[in-house]
Every structure is written in C-alpha cells, then in structure tokens.
C-alpha cells in the first residue's frame, strides 16, 4: 500500500524541518521516502510570476510540475523495493 501525505504551508514556517523529522521516524520504521521539491522557485526561476502575481499559465505549470515530481517520486520509491 502507497501513502502519500503533503506537507504545505507559506516562507519559513518550518515544511522543511518537519518533513526531515517525519522523514526519519518513517525511515526508522522501514518506511521508504520521497520528496517533491519546491515547485514554486522553479516556476520562477523559469519566468513565470508566483504568489500574488501568479497567472493562470503559473498556475497550470505549478499544478502540472507538481504531479509529474509526484510521479517520479512515487516512482523512485517503488523501485527501491
């Protein structure tokens, strides 16, 4: 069985230290791991607006940059097995 669970929340509220704690108790319990990296600074490293500027194409490439790192990273951890 797969799980999946998000971690989201805005500019320094502390995603990244929890998920390293959430990311070791798993890795204890022989649970294997992956992480989706920060979408929105690639999305605008590569142009797009973000935030309160955001338009709809920043948007579509968000939400689509976002589940094909979903994917990949399911991926990877299926084929650590």
Request: hydrophobic residues 35%.
């Amino acid at each position: 069985m797969n799980c999946m669970i998000g971690i989201t929340g805005t500019h320094s509220t502390g995603k990244s230290t929890f998920f390293e704690e959430v990311h070791e108790l798993a890795q204890a319990r022989g649970l294997k791991v992956g992480k989706v990296a920060d979408v929105a600074t690639r999305c605008r490293e590569a142009g797009f607006p973000i935030l309160k500027d955001h338009t709809f194409e920043s948007t579509l490439w968000i939400m689509s940059s976002g589940t094909c790192q979903e994917f990949r990273v399911l991926r990877s951890v299926k084929n650590l097995s």
